[in-house]
């Protein structure tokens, strides 16, 4: 059982930035693959980013490539989700996900692990 846990979100500006973190336990974090997805009200979860277990490989969503950056520190079982220039159309939950069977996927079903989200809201 991997437990995981994201912080960081909040209310910004348009044009601003927020880093979202997530901790997750367990001693093989290092070789799981981290995703980010969100969910705005009345629509699906959709893929934000994911990073391999040694952060050699990245990809992201078009809608968020060259404004947010995912990036993990495995010292300390943690990955972040920079975001910059912030629109309104970012607002959503927030939610890392694990997936322990070492797959690169952007789907969400694909993940095993999920944390409880942060909400972040983008005001115009």
């Known amino acids: 059982q991997v437990q995981v846990a994201e912080s960081g979100g909040g209310l910004v500006q348009a044009g601003g930035s927020l880093r979202l973190s997530c901790a997750a336990s367990?001693?093989?974090?290092?070789?799981?693959?981290m995703g980010w997805f969100r969910q705005a009200p009345g629509k699906e979860r959709e893929f934000v980013a994911v990073?391999?277990?040694?952060?050699?490989?990245?990809y992201y969503a078009d809608s968020v490539k060259g404004r947010f950056t995912i990036s993990r520190d495995n010292a300390k079982n943690t990955v972040y989700l920079q975001m910059n220039s912030l629109k309104p159309e970012d607002t959503a939950v927030y939610y890392c996900?694990?997936?322990?069977?070492?797959?690169?996927?952007?789907?969400?079903?694909?993940?095993?692990?999920w944390g409880q989200g942060t909400q972040v809201t983008v005001s115009s």
């Open positions: 990073i391999s277990w040694s952060g050699s490989t990245l």
């Open positions: 367990g001693r093989s974090f290092s070789r799981y693959t």
């Open positions: 996900a694990v997936d322990v069977q070492h797959g690169f996927a952007t789907t969400p079903s694909s993940y095993d692990y």
